[in-house]
């Protein structure tokens, strides 16, 4: 599949400043080689497993979330690795949700039967808990920086500031925001989807 120039920079782009970001703790997430060969392509992500385009796009639709900050979102969390566990906590799956969370989701989004592993469900999980994000904390969807922030320190922890003692964590919101970036605009490059 070829990209257009202005795809291939953005993802060139964003390798530079993730490089330039630090980075995760990549010994901390267990990989399983089951992601996406290019997860910095949103593009080449979507042409190598077209399904997750209409996953998250239904999810999207379902929210009012944009897609890109969803991607951005689980890329940060799992690098899209479906087994993806730090070890140390409940946290589990594409999206990383912890157990409590992960119940809270299935009771309020009536989505009983959903997994972790399972990329439709950790969508549409993103996609769930930035509404609930929007009416607890007020943010907008767009703003991928406050919604990984959120995400990662829950909704009373975002609310009392708790991220602001966690460099690591603010370099991570920065990760989310700007992969979130470079996926709107390789998004809007990618070539369209056939029926």
């Not at 042409?47 to 385009?53: D, F, G, K, N, V």
């Not at 979102?73 to 594409?94: K, L």
Request: glycine share 8%.
């Amino acid at each position: 599949m070829r990209f257009s120039p202005f795809a291939r920079m953005a993802g060139i782009a964003i390798l530079s400043l993730l490089a330039a970001c630090g980075g995760r703790d990549e010994g901390s997430i267990a990989q399983s080689g089951d992601a996406p060969t290019n997860t910095l392509n949103i593009c080449a992500i979507f042409a190598e497993r077209p399904h997750w385009r209409s996953d998250v796009e239904t999810a999207s639709l379902r929210y009012g979330t944009p897609v890109p900050v969803m991607m951005g979102i689980m890329w940060r969390e799992s690098r899209f690795q479906q087994h993806a566990s730090p070890g140390t906590t409940s946290a589990y799956g594409y999206a990383q949700a912890i157990d409590a969370t992960w119940d809270w989701y299935k009771e309020s989004s009536g989505n009983r039967n959903a997994r972790r592993d399972n990329f439709a469900d950790a969508a549409d999980f993103v996609g769930w808990y930035m509404t609930q994000t929007g009416r607890q904390n007020g943010l907008d969807f767009t703003d991928s920086f406050a919604h990984y922030l959120a995400y990662h320190e829950g909704h009373r922890g975002f609310a009392q500031g708790t991220y602001w003692q966690k460099e690591f964590l603010l370099n991570a919101a920065s990760q989310v925001q700007m992969m979130s970036g470079a996926y709107a605009l390789q998004l809007n490059a990618c070539p369209s989807r056939t029926a």
